[in-house]
């Protein structure tokens, strides 16, 4: 018994935040495999659809980014992500740091708070819906499909179409980041061409 009672108190201490072993998260199944080993999700991704319920966010705001790498740090039980973000015409390469939560959240601050949620995964793209808080509590639902290759494939088109309608995004607020100018890489604050 005191060793239990030991136990919860270091877990209390540690505020519940235990390194994670052999990169498995100790969740119930029942969730998309990624959940099982989110160390997929460390590489290089690009931003091809994006999704929102105000517009204005996605398109000259601070999610009309271009993601670049995550690096997912299962011991610490947090990712970075690395990203471009397009305001004003102007490219500024950007990193932010998300804890990964037992309630199947990626929590990340950027213009406020992202609970960040995968909805689907392959090897090759993973469809993200995100609840943006911002700093004057306004509430914005986005969806981002991110791809290992630089243009979206026609089922993970219909998979983001389909869980728009499933999160009550109209239609003419999706943007196919593919189609857009790009951010360019590995360049600090310069007007694309």
Known sequence: MKILLLLL???????GHLPLPDGHLP?????????????????EWNTLLVAATNFDKISNGPFHGYMRKAEVDIPNGRVIVKFSVMTNGL???????????????????YAGQNNVKILHYTSHSII??????????????MLGLLGRRLHPDDNDFANFRELMRENNIPEENLIDM???GKCPRNERGTNPS
């Open 91 to 109: 490219c500024t390469e950007k990193s932010a740091v998300g804890t990964i939560g037992r309630d199947k959240f990626i929590n990340v601050g």
């Open 27 to 43: 969740l119930p199944d029942g969730r998309p495999p990624l959940w099982n080993n989110l160390a997929k999700l460390s590489g």
């Open 128 to 141: 993200v819906h995100n609840v943006n808080v911002d700093g004057e509590g306004n509430t914005t639902e």
């Open 9 to 15: 108190g270091v877990v209390l201490v540690c505020d």
């Open 178 to 180: 593919s189609k857009t």
